[in-house]
């Protein structure tokens, strides 16, 4: 049962995100993005992190893809003809895959990718007080600077997108 | 004209939550979900005409009987969207009301034209046609809506004055006939 | 007695459950409809529809003789309640028009989309509850989870994106304003709403606890006896409870917040181009998360189940057991516990409808003025307050 539901979610979310990738209509893209996202929610609750998986959709399925979708219907972007490769692009693409499959190939082989006994790990994500003592512990630097990140990141776009009065007369 | 200028005052802190005004909002509704309805079951129920209410014009006959109407076609020139078609008819001689000389032969009122403007009866030297209390004129074709001269003495009714103009006219000329003084 | 249900397979007792649930939960949702133009009605003076009346012949026989019924029948006449059914039938029957100029597959998937997230989240929502052979509290939900509250917020989260590609999809102008403003407005709304609920949860969730989100705990905590645990957070928490409402009617689309649909300055919003079934399950939809908004708020503000302040469920039901013996079975308290919360759902979806009909439309920048500069700083303030002052009582 859990096996089948699993491989439901995993082909939804792989599946979609190659929609993602191969949609020339910039909505239906978004909508594909959506669905993948539930997809990897279903299986965030197959592994018990229902807390992750209601995150998950909340902010990102809920939020952000919402986001994005405002922000295409309002630039009314209808993909348009593709862009031709040029070279240096297949070359730098060709070196990034090969460099991401090289990496995964030798973690893999080597053993790194660390399989412990599902029993013994500690599922951080499941409760929300393991969750929050994660977050507030061991994770307190990292969540404070993309805290702060997305600060800049959204001073830079109030600067960007504020008319300011004295350039008005510039123009 | 002088221009008055009004100071708008600023708003209250209060009134900036649009709070008090949205609670006094609800209170009227409230208020007037529980007050009885205003409005009439319409066809069980029926609104009081006032006097002088402009309905559908329709014809009257006098207290004898008699048509009031004596086809001077009047009405006919008057009317503003030419809703009215008039066939003029002489009285018979042996009728009692001879003495009257003329009636309509057919009397047609377009109510798809008619505007209820009422002018018809203004100019009616008869008091033959009159704009009643009936509100609602319906039908399934044309030919229904127009209402024809049975129809609008049916509508109309008897119309209960009694200065009974022609008969006196009738007897003043049978009295002046007796005497011989002319 | 209903031993042999709880002897079912779980799925197919999951899968009875929940087709339960949405088989009251869809028709309550479309008497909303007519409770609507019943309420419009009285506080416009007028009796609004009574006239529907069942013939008692051919296929509608039986309706018709519920309607001949002496008093009863007249009852749901002047109700309405014909009425409710003719509605329903034609929308069901009549011509479903696809204009020429939409793109068909996301026209037709956006009414759909709008039914998944409006009934789903009620899976969450406990509706009621019973003591057990044990003597707990046993809550009546479809899926009493940890998460609740999140997962109600983030299922309700997805119903914009009906809206959204309905406007998309209709390829016309005032149903494409009405789809950018309901994706903005929902979006601006969501953070005022979630932010004003975690004053609730840091109370409930006292120190030394297991943390949880569960709308069951928060009822549980305004059940307990004593001044301060029974009273329900309406009362310690009235700036929450105000500004999860305004949100709350934000989210649902309604007056003075209906911006996606406006009909006075975008014709009907998203809905310009549907008709009759897409159309109607749009405002079952609307409805729907009306009636989930208002239990959640009933929940988390107005201590869910229990019947008054300082009365909990507990002392109600041992009150009526005295007088009537039956009242102690589970059935029976279950029936009472979602009796009680239905009924302050009513006055919530009662409340709702009397603001439509009392208040005029704010104009789209004062509702983002309203959500952006004014609720989410009042709900940032209050959630400081309210950590400084819980942090305090907490840890004396």
């Known amino acids: 049962m859990s096996d ?5 979610f995993a082909l939804l979310s792989v599946a979609c995100a190659l929609g993602v990738v191969f949609n020339k209509n910039a909505v239906a893209s978004a909508l594909c993005f959506l669905l993948s996202l539930v997809g990897v929610a279903g299986l965030f609750v197959l592994l018990d992190a229902f807390l992750l998986a209601v995150l998950l959709v909340l902010v990102y399925a809920g939020a952000v893809v919402a986001l994005f979708l405002f922000i295409i219907m309002l630039l009314d972007m209808q993909g348009g003809d593709r862009k031709r490769f040029t070279k240096a692009t297949i070359l730098s693409s060709t070196v990034a895959a090969g460099l991401l499959v090289t990496g995964l190939v030798s973690f893999a082989s080597h053993g790194l990718v660390e ?57 | 004209m002088a221009v008055v200028t009004v100071e708008r005052k600023p708003l209250s802190f209060l009134e900036r ?21 205003e409005t009439l079951e319409y066809p069980e ?11 559908v014009p329709t014809l009257v006959y006098d207290p004898n009987g008699r048509e009031k109407c004596v086809s001077c076609q009047l009405c006919e020139f008057v009317c503003p969207p030419k809703a009215i078609r008039i066939t003029p008819g002489e009285i018979a001689h042996d009728d009692a009301n001879a003495h009257v000389e003329k009636r309509p032969e057919e009397f047609k009122i377009d109510m798809l034209r008619c505007i209820y403007c009422g002018l018809c009866q203004e100019v ?10 009936q509100y609602s004129m319906t039908g399934y074709t044309r030919e229904e809506m127009v209402n024809d001269k049975k129809r609008l003495y049916e509508l109309g009714g008897t119309l209960p004055d009694s200065h009974f103009k022609w008969d006196k006219k009738a007897a003043a000329e049978k009295a002046a006939h007796a005497g011989g003084h002319h | 007695m209903f031993d042999f249900y709880f002897e079912l397979p779980l799925l197919l007792r999951l899968l009875l459950q929940g087709t339960v649930v949405i088989l009251v939960l869809f028709p309550l949702a479309a008497a909303c409809s007519m409770a609507e133009r019943k309420i419009s009605a009285w506080i416009q003076g007028r009796p609004g529809p009574n006239r529907t009346k069942p013939p008692l012949a051919g296929f509608l026989a039986p309706l018709g003789l519920v309607a001949s019924i002496p008093v009863l029948g007249t009852l749901l006449q002047k109700l309405g309640i014909f009425q409710l059914a003719a509605d329903g039938g034609k929308f069901t029957f009549k011509e479903d028009p696809v204009p020429g100029h939409v793109n068909k597959f996301y026209f037709i998937l956006a009414p759909i989309a709008s039914m998944i997230p409006a009934l789903s989240t009620v899976a969450f929502v406990p509706f009621g509850a019973y003591f057990n052979a044990a003597g707990e509290l046993v809550p009546v939900a479809l899926a009493h989870v940890d998460v609740g509250l999140l997962a109600v917020f983030a299922l309700g989260s997805l119903g914009v994106y009906s809206l959204i590609l309905a406007g998309w999809a209709s390829n016309s102008k005032y149903p494409f304003l009405g789809g950018v403003r309901a994706s903005a407005q929902l979006i601006s709304y969501e953070l005022s709403m979630t932010l004003s609920v975690l004053p609730v949860f840091l109370w409930v969730n006292a120190p030394g606890g297991q943390g949880t989100l569960s709308l069951f705990e928060v009822v549980q905590s305004q059940s307990q006896p004593g001044f301060w645990g029974g009273t329900w957070y309406v009362m310690t928490m009235p700036v929450s409870a105000f500004i999860f409402l305004i949100a709350l009617f934000a989210e649902t689309n309604r007056q003075p917040f209906d911006m996606p649909e406006s009909e006075a300055d975008l014709v009907g919003g998203f809905h310009t181009e549907y008709g009759a079934f897409k159309w109607s399950l749009f405002f079952v939809a609307e409805y729907a998360h009306m009636i989930v908004g208002s239990g959640i708020f009933c929940l988390l503000f107005l201590g869910g189940w229990n019947p008054l302040p300082w009365v909990s469920l507990a002392d109600t039901i041992h009150a009526l057991a005295n007088i ?12 009472i516990a979602i009796g009680i919360f239905l009924g302050k759902v009513g006055f919530f979806i009662f409340f709702f409808m009397w603001v439509r009909w009392t208040l005029p439309r704010f104009r789209y920048d004062q509702v983002m003025t309203l959500g952006w500069k004014k609720l989410l700083p009042l709900s940032i303030a209050n959630l400081i307050v309210y950590a400084l002052g819980i942090a305090w009582l907490q840890t004396r």
Request: net charge positive.
């Open chain 3, 324 to 335: 009537l013996p039956c009242v102690s079975t589970p059935l029976f308290m279950g029936l």
């Open chain 2, 45 to 55: 129920q029926r609104p009081a005409i006032p006097a002088g209410y402009r309905g």
């Open chain 1, 115 to 171: 399989t412990a006994d599902p029993a013994t790990v500690k599922v951080v994500g499941s409760s929300l007080r393991a969750y929050a003592e994660q977050l507030f512990t061991v994770y307190l630097l990292p969540v404070q600077i993309v805290g702060f990140l997305l600060l800049i990141a959204m001073l830079g776009v109030i600067v960007l997108s504020k008319k300011f009065e004295g350039l008005e007369d510039v123009k």
């Open chain 2, 17 to 37: 939550t649009y709070l008090p005004n949205i609670a006094a909002g609800l209170a009227t509704t409230f208020k007037r979900m529980v007050q009885p309805v």
């Open chain 2, 124 to 133: 009616c030297p008869e008091e033959a046609i009159w704009l009643q209390n």
């Open chain 1, 4 to 8: 089948l539901l699993f491989h439901i």
